[in-house]
T-cell receptor, first 114, second 113 residues
Framework: ETGVTQSPTHLIKTRGQQVTLRCSSQ?????VSWYQQALGQGPQFIFQYYREEENGRGNFPPRFSGLQFPNYSSELNVNALELDDSALYLC?????????????FGPGTRLTVT | AQKVTQAQTEISVVEKEDVTLDCVYETRDTTYYLFWYKQPPSGELVFLIRRNSFDEQNEISGRYSWNFQKSTSSFNFTITASQVVDSAVYFCALKGSNYKLTFGKGTLLTVNP
C-alpha cells in the first residue's frame, strides 16, 4: 500500500450536480496530482497542487477545481456534472524536490453520473 | 508535446511464459523520466520502475526486466516466467520538464493457469 487514501470509494451523482472528492497524501509528501481515468483509457492529468497552490493544469475546464490544505491533503471539486465526467478519479502524492519524481497513487474514487 | 504509445491493447499468455510489453514515447525534452505502473482489477496504480533519460542501463529485478533504448525511443518491460498474479493492466508513463505524467492507453495482460 502507498499510504495514499481517497474518499469516497464510489459515488453516484445526477447530471448538473456538484461533487467533492478527497485525498490524503502519503506521509512526508508535499505535492498532490489528480487524474481522470475513463474506462479503457490511461489516466489523464487534471491538475497538481504544491504548497496549497495550483502548480499546473491539464486540458480540463474551469468547472474542475481543487484545493490543497496545510496538511497536504487535497480536494477535487467538479461543478455542473456531465455524463462524460463518469470515470475513476485518481489522486497521486509525491515529494517535490531534487531527484523525487515518482507519484504514488491512491485507490481512486469511481464517479458515475446519470 | 509528449506522447506515449502502447501498441499492444491486450496480451494473453499461459503461466510460466515470458511476456514483453512495448512502449514507445515522444518528447522534445532532453531530460525526462519513464515509468511503468501496474493496475490490478482493484484499480490502484502500483509504481514499478522509473528510468532517467540519461541512464540507459537496463535492469533486472527478480522476474522483471526493462529495456530502455533512447535511439528508438522505446522503454519495454519483460516479465519472465509469468504468474496468474501478474494479470493486470500495465501503463507506461513519461514525465518531461513539466509537472505531469503522460500515460499510454495501457496493455491488458492476462496470464492463464
Amino acid at each position: 500500500e502507498t499510504g495514499v487514501t481517497q474518499s469516497p470509494t464510489h459515488l453516484i451523482k445526477t447530471r448538473g450536480q456538484q461533487v467533492t472528492l478527497r485525498c490524503s497524501s502519503q506521509s512526508g509528501h508535499n505535492t498532490v496530482s489528480w487524474y481522470q481515468q475513463a474506462l479503457g483509457q490511461g489516466p489523464q492529468f487534471i491538475f497538481q497542487y504544491y504548497r496549497e497552490e495550483e502548480n499546473g493544469r491539464g486540458n480540463f475546464p474551469p468547472r474542475f477545481s481543487g484545493l490543497q490544505f496545510p496538511n497536504y491533503s487535497s480536494e477535487l471539486n467538479v461543478n455542473a456534472l456531465e455524463l462524460d465526467d463518469s470515470a475513476l478519479y485518481l489522486c497521486a502524492s509525491s515529494l517535490m524536490g531534487q531527484g523525487h519524481y515518482e507519484q504514488y497513487f491512491g485507490p481512486g474514487t469511481r464517479l458515475t453520473v446519470t | 508535446a509528449q506522447k506515449v504509445t502502447q501498441a499492444q491493447t491486450e496480451i494473453s499468455v499461459v503461466e510460466k511464459e515470458d511476456v514483453t510489453l512495448d512502449c514507445v514515447y515522444e518528447t522534445r525534452d532532453t531530460t525526462y523520466y519513464l515509468f511503468w505502473y501496474k493496475q490490478p482489477p482493484s484499480g490502484e496504480l502500483v509504481f514499478l520502475i522509473r528510468r532517467n533519460s540519461f541512464d540507459e542501463q537496463n535492469e533486472i529485478s527478480g522476474r522483471y526486466s526493462w529495456n530502455f533504448q533512447k535511439s528508438t525511443s522505446s522503454f519495454n518491460f519483460t516479465i519472465t516466467a509469468s504468474q496468474v498474479v501478474d494479470s493486470a493492466v500495465y501503463f507506461c508513463a513519461l514525465k518531461g520538464s513539466n509537472y505531469k505524467l503522460t500515460f499510454g492507453k495501457g496493455t491488458l495482460l492476462t496470464v492463464n493457469p
